[in-house]
């Protein structure tokens, strides 16, 4: 079965400095790569997503992140970030294989950007 | 299109009290979820549902009940409400392995 670790429950961040969330899987068959984003008392949102193909892929609100399969990671990074980027960063796993739609999220990442 | 829509947004329950909370979902995504949020544990899978009348456990079923009649709606049904049930609950659906929808939460106390 898959599983998700997020090495960095909290991350603060001045405004305008580059970030980077950390993301770690194990996976025993091909998978596809999540992060979803969770601003305060709301549901979550898609930020970005690898099915396949080029490895850097590019999300909304200017993030990126990278596959790594030989590394088994897909870290999440943003140039520089602004005040609104405050919220919690899910990192989120779902394995190729026949029958199974599942998600396994990691246990996120508080991202607070300071003036 | 409202995307995921779920009631209520709050619900304060006694212990062993039984409620139901609603999700709906107007896209025709066929697969749907139930997952329940707590403090630092991020999302754990409760049931999930690949088409109507298919419903399959997730990582944490006990305590909950869950049907899936139509391809629209997706109810979560607690019995015997404990407080270790307190959390946020969120639905989500699909149209394939790709991204998932997320509604916007039921905040549900057990007191």
């Known amino acids: 079965a898959q599983s998700v670790t997020q090495l960095d429950s909290q991350v603060p961040v001045f405004e305008e400095a580059p970030v980077e969330l950390r993301c770690n899987y194990s996976s025993s068959v091909s998978v596809y790569l999540f992060w979803y984003v969770q601003y305060p008392n709301q549901g979550l949102q898609l930020l970005l997503k690898?099915?396949?193909?080029?490895?850097l892929v590019k999300g909304i609100n200017g993030f990126e992140a990278e596959f790594n399969k030989s590394q088994t990671s897909f870290h999440l990074r943003k140039p520089s970030v602004h005040i609104s980027d405050t919220a919690e960063y899910f990192c989120?796993?779902?394995?190729?294989?026949?029958?199974?739609?599942?998600?396994?999220f990691g246990k996120g990442t508080k991202l607070t950007v300071n003036p | 299109n409202a995307g995921v829509t779920q009631t209520p947004k709050f619900r304060i329950l006694k212990i062993g009290q039984s409620m139901t909370l609603q999700c709906t979902q107007d896209m025709n995504h066929n697969y749907m979820y139930w997952y329940r949020q707590d403090p630092g544990m991020g999302l754990k899978l409760i049931y999930y549902s690949v088409g109507a009348g298919i419903t399959d456990k997730g990582e944490v079923p006990n305590g909950y009940n869950v049907s899936r009649s139509t391809t629209e709606d997706f109810p979560l049904r607690l019995e015997l409400a404990a407080p270790s049930q307190t959390s946020v609950y969120f639905c989500a659906s699909s149209p394939t392995l790709d991204e998932q929808y997320f509604g916007p939460g039921t905040r549900l106390t057990v007191t």
């Open positions: 690898y099915l396949s193909g080029s490895t």
């Open positions: 989120a796993v779902s394995e190729i294989q026949g029958g199974s739609e599942k998600l396994v």
